[in-house]
């Protein structure tokens, strides 16, 4: 027990950053997490495909994409993938270099807004990534990009409660991040909130305690998903 404490121990104090921990987590060879395979993947893709289709959707952003394993089982017209991992682009752009429809470009915060015109889509979308930002005003500034980069909607898949242990998972970190979109994008509404049919509690390391939350921008009438 006491050397597991100190081992987390160390493994916290050699975190740098939340970009610097996935650049080199896929830089080894790693991957965007079990949330992106298997049941969870299935339910995140049939969501956002019938969501599409209900909505007419034309256009999706990605914020935060990964490697791009998720985006092989959605049904997009025109989709483009943003990530701050060199490596993770890379290999999106080489596992989906026949997909006219696909696109992929690494997000550097600071350059955003000469990008954010072009980049804009009906729909942006955010799976398992809120979660996953440890420093403060990387958090802040992801939500305010995200928003600026839809259109119409917004759909989060994410936890949403505040918790922190850096001694057993040093990239993890929730956030009630549901509060802070209705304090400082009060523009849009949070039209549905759906739980995820496998939650940690009951399906241990194969569960997941994220859900969905669909916002809808001002003046946009939606039919969500049940």
Known sequence: MFYQKLFNVLKSIGFRSSQDYWEERYKRGGDSGSGSYGQLADFKANFINQFVVENQVTSIVEL???DGHQLGKFAIQRYLGLDVS??????????????????????????FSGHMTEWQASLAISLDVIYHLIENHVYETYLEHLFSLA????????????SRNPFRSRHVRHRKFSSDVAENFPGWKLIKHVPNPFPQSEYGTSGTVADFFIYRGPGVVVSAPD
């Open 64 to 66: 935060g994409c990964g």
């Open 86 to 111: 060199c490596e993770a682009i890379n290999r999106c752009q080489n596992r989906y270099a026949d997909a006219t429809n696909l696109s992929f470009e690494v997000y550097d915060p600071q350059t």
């Open 151 to 162: 259109k119409n909607f917004v759909i989060i898949y994410s936890s949403d409660f505040d």
